[in-house]
């Protein structure tokens, strides 16, 4: 099946830093992607739609301006989390449908971030 | 999309079957029924989806009920590798968004 890819898997970073995180889609294009962010012992929330082309779709109650999304291909896009609190220590995960119809989504690995 | 209610919790003994349930009382008749699991610290793996008939493959099968209110995943022979939270998600169409409830956190046991 396809596979998804994210980077960095996991990362460490100081209050008030910015991280990015980049989500790919290796052997197909997706015009498409999702950002979830789960903690522990809890499901997967989704944050935000990525759309290729065009401003991302975010989910009630999640701040555009600090979960800044960008979709500048077919094959990547990136969630950039703006001055890092430890509230937003989390696992973010990534995933892209398939571009047959009625195939699945394919999920990242995920990146478990830290802020100190 | 329509709700989902699963039990929180299950455990099956290795190299048993696995019975995993999920209502989805309000479903439409478009929804697909999806199944997807988690294993600890990674992304979630597909399982199975299907509409109206029994649909098995490789990982599972699913078997959904005739009037489309619930379903039962069955992992045929259970290995401790399979212990994992499952999660039934109902949704509309290809390519739309997949909104996660509570899930089934399944523990294969020796």
């Known amino acids: 099946g396809a596979v998804v890819s994210q980077h960095p898997s996991r990362v460490i970073c100081k209050s008030g830093t910015s991280v990015k995180i980049e989500c790919r889609s290796l052997d197909f294009q997706a015009t498409t992607m999702f950002w979830y962010r789960q903690f522990p012992k809890q499901s997967l929330m989704l944050m935000a739609t990525s759309n290729e082309g065009s401003k991302a779709t975010y989910e009630q109650g999640v701040e555009k301006d600090k979960f800044l999304i960008n979709h500048a291909s077919l094959t990547l896009s990136t969630l950039t989390v703006t001055s890092a609190h430890p509230e937003d220590s989390s696992f973010y995960i990534c995933s892209a449908p398939g571009t047959h119809e009625q195939e699945t989504q394919y999920f990242g690995p995920g990146t478990r971030l830290l802020v100190l | 999309d329509a709700k989902t209610t699963q039990p929180p919790s299950m455990d099956c003994a290795e190299g048993r079957a696995a019975n995993l349930p999920c209502n989805h009382s309000?479903?439409?008749?478009?929804?697909?029924v999806y199944w997807y699991r988690q294993i600890h610290s990674q992304g979630p793996q597909y399982i199975i989806h299907g509409l109206k008939n029994n649909e098995t493959n490789e990982m599972a099968s699913l078997i959904i009920t005739e009037d489309r209110k619930s379903s039962t995943l069955i992992l045929p022979h259970a290995t401790l590798r399979d212990t994992a939270v499952y999660y039934c998600?109902?949704?509309?169409?290809?390519?739309?968004?997949?909104?996660f409830g509570a899930g089934t956190i399944l523990r294969v046991k020796s």
């Open positions: 309000t479903i439409s008749g478009n929804e697909y």
């Open positions: 998600i109902v949704r509309v169409e290809y390519g739309n968004k997949l909104v």
